[in-house]
């Protein structure tokens, strides 16, 4: 009796893996209004530092007629009620308005992963003390808060900043602490403490990388967040009044509304256009980092 041996052959498909960032950027992409959010915010980025440049105008300096309507006297959206050009006030206003913005958020952001990751992953008495520490500054009115403090030092863009970050950042603290509970007891954790890694290195290099994906959303939204605390702040007074912001155009043209309602409907469009810019990449950012959004 002879046997025959078989053999067969099987065509497989070769398994194609996606670099994360490719797969990040095509997931981002699918999300229609955090594109459009990113062409908004990148326009404006642009002309706050072109801007500058192609339309060399100093936004202090006084023109022409007060109140002078858009179109008029060759003011492409008129003047001010002292007679400044909106055009040059909105351009360099930009600049301020997104320095804070970003500064603010990231001084909001460290002070909160400081804080919660040690709160999380240490527990015990550093949690208490660290989450009491949050709560004292949860239940302070932030906007009263940073006036005193911009009111106690220097009305300078430092100070707002610091002051912004010092009363915004107990939302991702909290955020933070619970990914850090979260994560801490998960295997690979387990595995890093195990071979003797520290715990400055489990903390930053294995814990939060993991933790990163929702901190990233709140981080971008809270840009948006503190653009609008600039924009309060300097319409109260309290801004840098060396520099041109969106909120001083307004507050200096408050009481002049109905006489030149452009010069606080224009910086009032400026404000609403990036913040809301901010709040469209946010939502693009959650669908292309939380995976259980990727298949909506």
């Known amino acids: 009796m002879s046997t025959e041996a ?39 980025v642009l002309t706050s530092i072109f801007g500058p440049l192609i339309y060399p105008v100093d936004p202090f300096e006084i023109v022409g007629v007060p109140v002078s309507p858009p179109g008029e006297d060759g003011w492409l959206l008129g003047t001010d009620s002292l007679g400044r050009d909106l055009v040059a006030g909105l351009i360099h206003g930009s600049r301020t308005t997104l320095a804070v913005g970003a500064a603010a958020a990231a001084c909001t952001v460290i002070i909160g992963l400081i804080i919660g990751a040690l709160a999380g992953y240490y527990g015990g008495w550093v949690d208490n003390v660290l989450m009491r520490i949050t709560e004292f500054f949860q239940v302070l009115p932030n906007l009263i808060l940073a006036m005193v403090l911009i009111t106690l030092f220097s009305p300078t863009l430092i100070t707002i900043v610091f002051s912004i970050g010092i009363v915004s950042w ?29 715990n400055q290195r489990i903390i930053w290099h294995v814990i939060l990388p993991n933790a990163l994906p ?30 041109m912001s969106w909120g001083a155009l307004i507050g200096d043209n408050r009481e002049a509304f109905f006489e030149a309602w452009w010069a606080v409907t224009f910086p009032g469009l400026a404000i609403f256009a990036t913040v809301l810019s901010v709040s469209l990449i946010g939502d693009g950012l959650n669908d292309a980092l939380n995976p259980k959004l990727r298949e909506r």
């Open 170 to 198: 107990t939302g991702i603290a909290r955020l933070t602490r619970a990914e850090f509970l979260s994560i801490r007891e998960r295997e690979y954790v387990m595995a890093a403490r195990s071979i003797g890694a520290e």
């Open 6 to 44: 078989t053999t067969e052959t099987f065509d497989t498909e070769p398994i194609v893996v996606e670099h994360p960032l490719v797969e990040f950027v095509r997931m981002f992409l699918r999300n229609k209004a955090g594109v459009l959010g990113f062409a908004m915010l990148l326009f404006i």
């Open 214 to 243: 929702p901190l990233i959303v709140t981080a971008a939204l809270n840009v948006g967040v503190a653009i609008l605390f600039e924009a309060g702040l300097s319409f109260l007074s309290l801004g840098d009044p060396n520099v």
